[in-house]
T-cell receptor
Framework: AQKVTQAQTEISVVEKEDVTLDCVYE???????LFWYKQPPSGELVFLIR??????QNEISGRYSWNFQKSTSSFNFTITASQVVDSAVYFC?????????????FGKGTRLHILP | KAGVTQTPRYLIKTRGQQVTLSCSPI?????VSWYQQTPGQGLQFLFE???????NKGNFPGRFSGRQFSNSRSEMNVSTLELGDSALYLC????????????FGPGTRLTVT
């Protein structure tokens, strides 16, 4: 069965600090996709990144970076020099590539507070 | 390109009533998924439609149903509303060439009293 665990329910950091959001996943498939979504206070989920299981290269996009490690089934997300606008709920998610449909399993989310 | 739109944004219903929520996907997107979001259960998959066919359904009772039209617009219906159905209902559309990369609407906040 597939499962996504985000052990950190809520995190608070002071602005400009770096923060890492953890994500651990379970799947029996060898081919799958991992995602991160952001849900700001407005409520609309925003797609941040997709990574397929064959691409373990870390990715950096501005202040955001992602560390994918198949050996530990983790896909962690780091925000460098955090800003108040980064305050949101962040969801890690998984989709199995063998599926014909587009079902995504989400973790419970991590609520991130960036304090000014 | 216009984003995913959902109507209505807010809805208040009483127990026992039924409700229909609407979702218009991004132009060109043929897959539409629905999710229920509650503080306790998080984001839970309801169902996904592609080309007017339901491809998958989550673990929800039969009171939850949906459909998709030929223009890819989708509706979901909840009959015999219960207090526990109060939630944010999110619709997402995707281009199947970008597997799993879903674009979400602002959601419909349903309150059942």
């Amino acid at each position: 069965a597939q499962k996504v665990t985000q052990a950190q329910t809520e995190i608070s950091v002071v602005e400009k600090e770096d923060v890492t959001l953890d994500c651990v996943y379970e799947t029996r498939d060898t081919t799958y996709y991992l995602f991160w979504y952001k849900q700001p206070p407005s409520g609309e989920l925003v797609f941040l990144i997709r990574r397929n299981s064959f691409d373990e290269q870390n990715e950096i996009s501005g202040r955001y970076s992602w560390n994918f490690q198949k050996s530990t089934s983790s896909f962690n997300f780091t925000i460098t020099a955090s800003q108040v606008v980064d305050s949101a709920v962040y969801f890690c998610a998984l989709s199995e590539a063998v599926r014909r449909d587009d079902k995504i399993i989400f973790g419970k989310g991590t609520r991130l507070h960036i304090l000014p | 390109k216009a984003g995913v739109t959902q109507t209505p944004r807010y809805l208040i219903k009483t127990r026992g009533q039924q409700v229909t929520l609407s979702c218009s996907p991004i132009s060109g997107h043929r897959s539409v998924s629905w999710y229920q979001q509650t503080p306790g259960q998080g984001l839970q998959f309801l169902f996904e439609y592609f080309s007017e066919t339901q491809r998958n359904k989550g673990n929800f009772p039969g009171r939850f149903s949906g459909r998709q039209f030929s223009n890819s617009r989708s509706e979901m219906n909840v009959s015999t509303l219960e207090l526990g159905d109060s939630a944010l209902y999110l619709c997402a559309s995707s281009n199947t060439r970008a597997r799993g990369e879903q674009y979400f609407g602002p959601g419909t906040r349903l309150t059942v009293t």
